[in-house]
C-alpha cells in the first residue's frame, strides 16, 4: 500500500509540475457555500485553468496542512488515496474556513521553454521578480510553488466577517460583513502572515463562462476591488513569487486562492 502511495504522489507531482503553467490555478471546490450549521459539506481539491479543471487526490506528503477553522481549528483528515471528494466536513453555526496549504512543488524551465515568460506575463509577476536583479529572470530557471487555498460556508441567518486565519503564508481575506454575498464591488485583502501585501496582481474568474471578470493589482494597503457582477461561484486568486532560500532554486512562488458564492 505505500508503494502505490509513493508511486502516486510522484506521478502526481510529475503531472503537476509539466502542466504547472497551462492548468496553474489550485482550489477548493465546496458541494455548497451557503446551509446550516450540522449538514455535510464534500470538498473537492481542483487543479486547472480559469476554474476549469480536474479533481485531485489527497495525497497526505503533499499536505502541509488541511483544517476547518471556525471559532477554533480542526483537521481535517480526509479521504485518502483516489477518492473524490478529497474530504467532507459538518459545518458549524457561522463562517466556515477551509485551509488547505501544500508542501512545495518543483519545476525546471530549461532553455527555449517559453513557459516561464508565459507564466510571467500572465500573472502579472515583473513587479514583483524586478525588484531581485541578482536572481534570474530569463531561462533557465528553476521554481518551487507552494498552493494556499481556502473556501467559505456560510450557514445560519447572521451576519459574519471573515477573518484572517493565520493558517498559510500567504492569504486572501474577504472585506466586510455580509450575510448572503450580493453582486458588485468586493474588497479582497492579501496579507503576508499579518502584513498587507502590495504589487500582487489579482483576478476574479466566474464559474459559469470561466472568465475572468475583474483583475487589480494589491495596493499599499494589500487591497484590491473586485467587481463580481453576476450570482454565481467565483474564484479569486493570485501569485506571490519571491527568491528561494533554497540554493537547489531560483524562485519560490506561493498561490493564494479563495472560492466564494455570490447569490444576489
Not at 467532507?88 to 525546471?108: E, M, V
Not at 530569463?138 to 493558517?167: F, H, M
Request: hydrophobic fraction near 40%.
Amino acid at each position: 500500500m505505500m508503494i502505490i502511495i509513493r508511486s502516486l504522489t510522484l506521478y502526481a507531482g510529475l503531472l503537476l509540475s509539466s502542466s504547472q503553467i497551462a492548468a496553474h490555478e489550485f482550489w477548493i471546490e465546496a458541494s455548497k457555500h451557503y446551509g446550516e450549521p450540522d449538514e455535510t459539506v464534500a470538498l473537492i481539491l481542483k487543479v486547472g485553468e480559469t476554474f476549469r479543471g480536474s479533481a485531485q487526490p489527497l495525497l497526505p506528503d503533499e499536505v502541509e496542512r488541511f483544517v476547518h477553522v471556525t471559532d477554533k481549528s480542526r483537521t481535517i483528515d480526509g479521504l485518502l488515496g483516489d477518492s473524490r471528494p478529497a474530504a467532507r466536513i459538518s459545518t458549524a453555526k457561522g463562517l466556515n474556513q477551509i485551509i488547505h496549504l501544500t508542501t512545495p512543488f518543483s519545476i525546471r524551465f530549461g532553455e527555449g521553454d517559453e513557459r516561464w515568460a508565459n507564466y510571467v506575463e500572465l500573472d502579472g509577476l515583473d513587479r514583483q521578480i524586478n525588484q531581485y536583479s541578482d536572481v534570474p529572470n530569463t531561462v533557465p530557471v528553476t521554481e518551487r510553488y507552494v498552493r494556499c487555498a481556502k473556501s467559505l460556508i456560510k450557514t445560519g441567518d447572521q451576519p459574519v466577517s471573515d477573518l484572517l486565519s493565520g493558517k498559510m503564508p500567504f492569504e486572501l481575506v474577504l472585506g466586510g460583513s455580509w450575510n448572503r454575498l450580493g453582486t458588485g464591488q468586493h474588497i479582497i485583502t492579501l496579507f503576508e502572515g499579518q502584513k498587507p501585501l502590495a504589487n500582487v496582481l489579482i483576478k476574479a474568474f466566474r464559474y459559469d463562462d470561466r472568465a475572468v471578470v475583474s483583475e487589480a493589482y494589491s495596493d499599499a494597503n494589500g487591497r484590491v476591488r473586485l467587481h463580481l457582477p453576476t450570482p454565481d461561484r467565483y474564484l479569486i486568486s493570485g501569485v506571490v513569487i519571491r527568491p528561494d532560500d533554497s540554493p537547489d532554486y531560483d524562485w519560490i512562488s506561493y498561490w493564494p486562492s479563495i472560492t466564494i458564492e455570490v447569490i444576489k
